[in-house]
């Protein structure tokens, strides 16, 4: 008995996670066919709403980015230094900030950042459209409410989480660098040079990609679960609970695979 109720569980778990896959490769394959075909309706209100997220996910995201990225950097190198303090601990600043920030701490926690702000906000809004009846309204009115809706998000959270990691990984490599000059009194251009030979073109690339993938993940999800809304006010919430959730694991899957492919 307990058998045959655990079979039904895994079997359940697994038709729903197949059922989830199948829809976000529909909504990536939707996305980008809607990229590349030239629609002229809703365009003028697709770019407002793409506007709007950008400012939303990124430029108000700028103070939270700038002082956790900030106290990283300077975080890393503190305690890089007591542990290389009997070794050339200079020589190494550059490529340790490298590894940590630029590598894998920079996406991550700017995904991280992005995820608590936008997912649950855009699951929370696509949610309410969902019960006002808003999306029945915009299929009157002759406009495709899946990319009304798809399109702004999947643009404005893209963008915002690529930029926002370039911003994260500048501040916290000036805040390791700030940190390794009041603790090891070095000269910022033998840190800069030190960093320039450390880095690569790989590694530059494999945060893009982070980045790239970060954004269309979360953006996905989170209208994904904001669509899934359909009876009453109190799905609203598990939606945006489920879109933080799924963002944060598949974010979490998708980086690890890329650093085993990159990196191993």
């Keep these: 008995m307990i058998f045959h109720l655990i079979k039904i569980l895994f079997g359940k778990y697994i038709r729903s996670a197949f059922n989830f896959f199948a829809d976000f490769i529909y909504l990536f394959f939707y996305s980008l066919k809607s990229l590349i075909k030239r629609q002229k309706k809703g365009n003028a209100l697709i770019k407002q709403i793409t ?13 939270l980015v700038g002082v956790v990225s900030l106290m990283l950097g300077a975080v890393v190198v503190v305690q890089s230094v007591t542990q290389l303090s009997k070794f050339n601990a200079e020589a190494y600043i550059g490529k340790i900030l490298l590894l ?3 590598r894998e701490l920079g996406p991550v926690f700017t995904a991280l950042i992005v995820i608590g702000r936008s997912a649950s906000a855009i699951a929370t809004e696509i949610g309410n459209m969902s019960i006002a009846k808003e999306i029945e309204a915009l299929e009157s009115m002759g406009i495709d409410p899946l990319r009304y809706i798809m399109i702004p998000r999947l643009w404005g959270v893209t963008i915002s989480i690529v930029l926002l990691t370039v911003y994260f990984n500048v501040i916290g490599i000036s805040g390791g660098f700030l940190a390794a000059k009041l603790t090891l009194s070095s000269s910022f251009s033998v840190l800069f040079n030190n960093l320039l030979h450390a880095i690569t073109f790989i590694d530059i690339l494999v945060a893009f990609l982070k980045s ?18 359909r009876f009453s006010l109190t ?4 939606a945006a609970t489920k879109a933080v959730v ?19």
Aim: glycine share 8%; no cysteine.
């Design 51 to 63: 506007k709007k997220q950008i400012y939303f996910t990124g430029v108000q995201s700028f103070f």
């Design 100 to 102: 940590v920030i630029v």
């Design 212 to 229: 790239l993938g970060f954004g269309i993940i979360i953006a996905i999800i989170s209208v994904y679960q904001g669509l899934n809304v």
């Design 235 to 238: 799905e609203v919430p598990q």
């Design 246 to 264: 799924n963002s944060l694991l598949y974010a979490f899957f998708f980086n690890s695979i890329l650093t085993v492919l990159f990196y191993i």
